[in-house]
């Protein structure tokens, strides 16, 4: 399996290197070049970078792909359109995804939401010093703590049935209720279970900010 790092133009705040391909978006791939690391592609419309920014950029990465600023997707999810269309079965970790505008925050989070992503939702992880970002079609799932996260969130898809065993705060048959978020809860002894019986949800591991 490859492991694909893409880092994005929003806050980027953790910086993890144990990755095979190096991926910067828009201005992401300063980030990447300033830290010494390879840009193996880099990926966007670039209107967030200087010219100088830009011809470094053109200069020292091994692909770029330019984007015209008018587009139907986003920067980060035409990186990863391309991410998996040359390496489908890759993990793709995404830094810097979860901060910065808002606009860009919400489309991140539901990236799953996007039809040519869809089929790859269980390969990207959106990755932050305070959250951590996972998506899962309908199915049964079973979820492991993440060190130094404390709570864990559902966002399911509109419509879709989200249960939960073996968590604080489980749902069920007994005490269902529709909700857009289901926030803070916490992990007991071993996994948290989930089922879903449609659409996808959104995972989110989180902790306050020290």
Request: contains cysteine.
């Amino acid at each position: 399996m490859t492991r694909i790092a893409l880092f994005a133009g929003g806050d980027l705040d953790v910086l993890e290197t144990d990755f095979d391909v190096f991926v910067g978006v828009d201005a992401g791939s300063l980030f990447i070049l300033d830290n010494d690391l390879p840009l193996d592609l880099a990926v966007g419309d670039f209107d967030s970078v200087s010219p100088a920014d830009f011809q470094q950029i053109k200069k020292i990465t091994k692909e770029v792909l330019v984007a015209p600023a008018e587009k139907n997707d986003t920067d980060l999810e035409l990186a990863l359109k391309t991410v998996f269309a040359k390496y489908p079965r890759a993990q793709a970790t995404v830094f810097g995804a979860l901060g910065g505008r808002m606009d860009h925050l919400l489309s991140n989070l539901f990236l799953a939401s996007e039809p040519e992503l869809a089929p790859f939702m269980g390969q990207i992880e959106l990755v932050g010093a305070d959250n951590r970002i996972l998506f899962r079609p309908a199915g049964q799932h079973h979820l492991s703590p993440k060190e130094g996260m404390t709570y864990i969130s559902f966002m399911p898809s509109d419509g879709s049935r989200l249960t939960i065993q073996n968590a604080k705060y489980p749902l069920g048959e007994e005490n269902f209720f529709f909700k857009k978020c289901y926030s803070s809860n916490e992990f007991l002894e071993g996994d948290i279970q989930i089922d879903l019986d449609t659409g996808y949800v959104v995972i989110i591991y989180s902790k306050d900010r020290s």
